[in-house]
């Protein structure tokens, strides 16, 4: 049974930082392409950030330079470090794993930036 589990949301005031990590069970971890997805109220889900396999990475443009998205395959988790929080970081994060075409999604966590 595959499962995704987010974990680290909360409320945070601009400007803070934030870590979320998701925890892996029920796949060969090393070989899937990991990724941190985001939802906020009325909008559609859209990448913040993703590493490959091999370590590569890439980022929405509105996360560069805050956000750092890291694996670590023996503990079979995948984590992202958010400085320099804004408010429109505001959203549900949710963790995703891929290879070739199985995709798999954690439930989510809550991510609140606010004053």
């Known amino acids: 049974q595959v499962q995704l589990v987010e974990s680290g949301g909360g409320l945070v005031q601009p400007g803070g930082s934030l870590r979320l990590s998701c925890a892996a069970s029920?796949?060969?971890?090393?070989?899937?392409?990991m990724g941190w997805y985001r939802q906020a109220p009325g909008k559609q889900r859209e990448l913040v950030a993703r590493?490959?396999?091999?370590?590569?990475?890439n980022y929405a443009d509105s996360v560069k330079g805050r956000f750092t998205i890291s694996r670590d395959n023996a503990k079979k988790m995948v984590v992202l470090q958010m400085n320099s929080l804004k408010p429109e970081d505001t959203a549900v994060y949710y963790c995703?794993?891929?290879?070739?075409?199985?995709?798999?999604w954690g439930q989510g966590a809550q991510v609140t930036v606010s004053t």
């Open positions: 995703k794993g891929r290879l070739m075409s199985n995709d798999y």
């Open positions: 590493i490959a396999a091999d370590g590569n990475t």
């Open positions: 029920g796949i060969s971890f090393s070989f899937y392409a």
